[in-house]
């Protein structure tokens, strides 16, 4: 049985947000995004992948589109594949995300904005 | 901006556990299932389709595949395409699971077991 407990994956850095993979399949990868206060996601868009954030701790601001709103614990936001989207961690305290994509999509440099 | 709070989602039943859509997507689906003590998610298998639980709250019990274990509240586990699986709250208490799959996999009546 594949499990992962996040508090084993949990990993920050001073100098970006980081990616923590939790399960990456050929049909859908699973991540915890951690934030320090003041980090960010750069905007950005998958052509052909569905997003799916969940906040599980802290505070995020979310772009998507041309929309912005805050999100606390508790909250999914939904991106549809082709829309650009991004998020900063505004508050002072640490953000974590958990994000899936489906299915997987690496970023391309054409996909950049 | 499509978001959804869970708590406004969460739903239980006194007669079965419960599937609360977040969101469903042609890529993904994700829902909240909910049960109260005791309730179960019947052991079924999706030949075409990964899923991920994510144990919110509460402790559930999983058999995936011929092994059974029980996680808490920060653990994922996944289940592999075509992989027997099932859930079942032994506890006093109430358990939710954030649940992804991808491709989305309506349950066909072959898939039981």
């Known amino acids: 049985m594949k499990t992962v407990e996040f508090k084993s994956v949990l990993r920050y850095s001073p100098d970006k947000m980081q990616k923590n993979i939790v399960f990456a399949t050929d049909r859908l990868t699973t991540d915890l995004y951690c934030f320090e206060p003041g980090q960010a996601q750069r905007p950005h868009k998958h ?3 569905d997003k799916i ?5 802290g505070t995020g601001r979310f772009t ?3 929309t912005t709103r ?4 508790g909250t999914s936001v939904l991106v549809p594949a082709g829309e650009e989207h991004g998020v900063i961690n505004m508050a002072e305290e640490r953000l974590v995300l958990f994000v899936v994509t489906a299915p997987p999509a ?4 054409e996909n950049k904005i």
Not at 106 to 109: F, G, I, R, V
């Open 64 to 66: 998507i589109g041309r």
């Open 106 to 109: 690496p970023l391309k440099p």
């Open 47 to 49: 052509v052909e992948s």
């Open 70 to 73: 805050e999100f606390k614990a």
């Open 53 to 57: 954030y969940v906040v599980l701790e």
